[in-house]
C-alpha cells in the first residue's frame, strides 16, 4: 500500500443505541497515512472534539474515529465509505479512481433530519420528542446531502438536497435549482449543470448541461461504460445521453442519443442506393466537434461535424 493510494481522516462518527455507525464526518481529510500529515490532523481533533457527546433527543452518541484507507481495497464498513466519499468531495481523488464496489452495503439506510442523522427504526418511538425539539426528517437514504458535511470551495449549489455527498465539484461550477449531482461523478472545471450528472459521470472544463437534461450513468441503465462529457461541449435542454461526448460537441434540445442509437452521417456523400451511411450511436462515442441534431423532416438523427468552440460559458456568472 503506497502514500499515494492512501486517504487518512479524524473523524466524528454518529452511533445508533445499537451500535450501528449511522455516518462519519471528517472535516479535513488528507492524502496518505495518518501520520504524514499531523498538523491538519490536529487541527480535525479539535474540531471533532466539539461534536463528541450524547444526543438524547435522537438517541445517538457520537464517537471520534481515526483511520486510513487504501483507496484500491474495497470499503470494509462505514466510517471508511465515508471517508471515500468525503476524499472525493475535497478534490483528493477524481471520480472513478478509487474503489467503490460495494459501497451500498457499507452505508445504512438513515432519517436525515436538520439535526442530523437519526435510526429509522427509531423514529416512531422518537417522533414525538423530535417534534417537539423542531426536527424534522429531510430524507430517508444511504448518502446525505453534500453541503451537511463538505463545502466546495468557489462553487454555487443553487438547492443543497440536489448534490449528494461524493460529488466532485470543482471551482467554478455553479449547479441550478434543478440541476443534480450524484457521488463518484462530478465536474472537473467551471461548468454549467442545469440537468442531472450521474453517478460515473465527469464532466469537462467549460460545459453546459442544459436544463433538464439527462446523462446516463453506470447505476441505472449505462452497463459498464463510464459516460464522460468534453471540453466546452452543450447537452441542451431535456436532452440526453448514453454515449460519451469529446471537446466542442453539442447535443440538440430533446434529443436523446443512446449507445444503439442510429444516426445518419450528414457530411457524408450520398451513396448509389441515394442514403447516406448510417452508424450506431457507439461507433461515435468520444468523437470531438460533433452536432448531433434531430432531422425536422424526416425524424433520423444526423451527426455533422463542426468547427469551433461548442460553447462559452458566462465569465462573470463563473468567476
Not at 422518537?126 to 430517508?140: N, P, S, W
Not at 449528494?164 to 449547479?175: D, E, K, N
Not at 430533446?254 to 450506431?280: C, F, H, N, W
Request: glycine share 14%; with cysteine.
Amino acid at each position: 500500500m503506497t502514500a499515494q493510494r492512501m486517504i487518512s481522516g479524524i473523524g466524528a462518527a454518529t452511533v445508533a443505541a445499537d451500535g450501528m455507525v449511522l455516518d462519519t464526518w471528517y472535516p479535513s481529510p488528507q492524502s496518505g497515512a495518518l501520520s504524514a500529515s499531523q498538523n491538519a490532523h490536529e487541527a480535525a481533533r479539535a474540531l471533532v472534539a466539539e461534536a463528541v457527546g450524547t444526543d438524547d433527543t435522537r438517541g445517538v452518541s457520537i464517537e471520534q474515529v481515526e483511520i486510513e484507507i487504501d483507496l484500491d481495497a474495497a470499503p470494509s464498513g462505514t466510517p471508511d465509505a465515508y471517508l471515500r466519499l468525503h476524499a472525493l468531495s475535497h478534490r483528493l481523488v477524481t471520480p472513478n479512481d478509487l474503489n467503490l464496489d460495494g459501497i451500498f452495503g457499507a452505508l445504512p439506510n438513515v432519517a436525515w433530519t436538520n439535526a442530523g442523522p437519526v435510526d429509522p427504526r427509531e423514529l416512531d418511538r422518537r417522533r414525538v420528542r423530535l417534534q417537539r425539539a423542531g426536527i424534522q426528517v429531510q430524507g430517508l437514504d444511504k448518502f446525505p446531502r453534500l453541503t451537511d458535511y463538505v463545502v466546495p470551495a468557489g462553487v454555487r449549489i443553487a438547492d443543497a438536497s440536489r448534490v449528494r455527498l461524493g460529488a466532485y465539484l470543482s471551482p467554478g461550477t455553479t449547479v441550478m435549482h434543478e440541476g443534480f449531482v450524484n457521488f463518484n461523478a462530478g465536474t472537473l472545471g467551471q461548468s454549467m449543470v442545469e440537468g442531472r450528472i450521474s453517478q460515473g459521470v465527469i464532466v469537462g472544463d467549460g460545459s453546459d448541461i442544459g436544463g433538464g437534461a439527462s446523462i446516463m450513468g453506470t447505476l441505472s441503465g449505462g452497463g459498464a461504460h463510464r459516460v464522460s462529457i468534453g471540453e466546452r461541449t452543450l447537452l441542451g435542454a431535456n436532452a440526453g445521453i448514453g454515449i460519451s461526448l469529446g471537446n466542442d460537441c453539442v447535443v440538440e434540445a430533446g434529443l436523446y442519443v443512446t449507445a444503439g442509437s442510429k444516426i445518419v452521417l450528414a457530411d457524408e456523400p450520398v451513396g448509389a442506393d441515394g442514403t447516406r451511411p448510417t452508424v450506431k450511436g457507439a461507433e461515435l462515442s468520444g468523437r470531438h466537434g460533433i452536432l448531433f441534431r434531430r432531422n425536422s423532416l424526416t425524424g433520423a438523427i444526423e451527426a455533422v461535424r463542426r468547427a469551433g468552440v461548442g460553447v462559452t460559458l458566462n465569465e462573470a456568472l463563473h468567476a
